[in-house]
T-cell receptor, first 115, second 116 residues
Framework: NAGVMQNPRHLVRRRGQEARLRCSPMKGHSHVYWYRQLPEEGLKFMVY????????ESGMPKERFSAEFPKEGPSILRIQQVVRGDSAAYFCASSPLRVGNSPLHFGNGTRLTVT | AQTVTQSQPEMSVQEAETVTLSCTYD???????LFWYKQPPSRQMILVIR??????QNATENRFSVNFQKAAKSFSLKISDSQLGDTAMYFC?????????????FGTGTRLQVFP
């Protein structure tokens, strides 16, 4: 059973461009979480999705950021008009149930660099 | 506010020795889940150990064990017989069980270096 797959592993964008980060959860997992890790900091929650639904986006910046988890295909975190402050590692995690009852499986992250 | 504090930015230990990483948290909840995650240079987040607050017995996983002091809101990680492969960032995290969205709240991490 493959783990959580994130791609690309590294992404470089110029200011003003769009960044699309993809996450395929583990097979059988219907809960997806996105976290952001700034340099020398812990992970910060961004958004929690189930298939076709955003359950909690309280950690998402109000502008330029959006996330989806369609019925078919990977979850996508989209950042429009990127700025230097968006440079970070973005982690996706999945679980089959509420994470308190089952471990959260993380992907290897996508490191976004905005130049 | 619910927070996690890791007061040791960096720690070092010699191979085969024991090291303890500290973690304190703040919550008004009575039930919650606590975790330690390891992040090696590969950047992958690996679950090391998990503790449920309503269980008094401290969790153990091979060489890893916790000292959970609920009244003190303390959740330290002990690594016995340290190995070079234990070199990594270690993050303490928790989830209030009342939350429906299971947002993990992370500390800022402790960088552990194991020396030969």
């Amino acid at each position: 059973n493959a783990g959580v797959m994130q791609n690309p592993r590294h992404l470089v964008r110029r200011r003003g461009q769009e960044a699309r980060l993809r996450c395929s959860p583990m097979k059988g997992h219907s809960h997806v979480y996105w976290y952001r890790q700034l340099p020398e900091e812990g992970l910060k929650f961004m958004v929690y999705l189930q298939k076709e639904n955003i359950i909690d986006e309280s950690g998402m910046p109000k502008e330029r950021f959006s996330a989806e988890f369609p019925k078919e295909g990977p979850s996508i975190l989209r950042i429009q008009q990127v700025v230097r402050g968006d440079s970070a590692a973005y982690f996706c995690a999945s679980s089959p149930l509420r994470v308190g009852n089952s471990p959260l499986h993380f992907g290897n992250g996508t490191r976004l660099t905005v130049t | 506010a619910q927070t996690v504090t890791q007061s040791q930015p960096e720690m070092s230990v010699q191979e085969a020795e024991t090291v303890t990483l500290s973690c304190t948290y703040d919550t008004s909840e009575n039930n919650y889940y606590l975790f330690w995650y390891k992040q090696p240079p590969s950047r992958q987040m690996i679950l090391v150990i998990r503790q449920e607050a309503y269980k008094q017995q401290n969790a153990t996983e091979n060489r890893f064990s916790v000292n959970f002091q609920k009244a003190a809101k303390s959740f330290s990680l002990k690594i016995s017989d340290s190995q070079l492969g234990d070199t990594a960032m270690y993050f303490c995290a928790f989830i209030p069980s009342r939350e429906n969205t299971d947002k993990l709240i992370f500390g800022t991490g402790t960088r552990l270096q194991v020396f030969p």
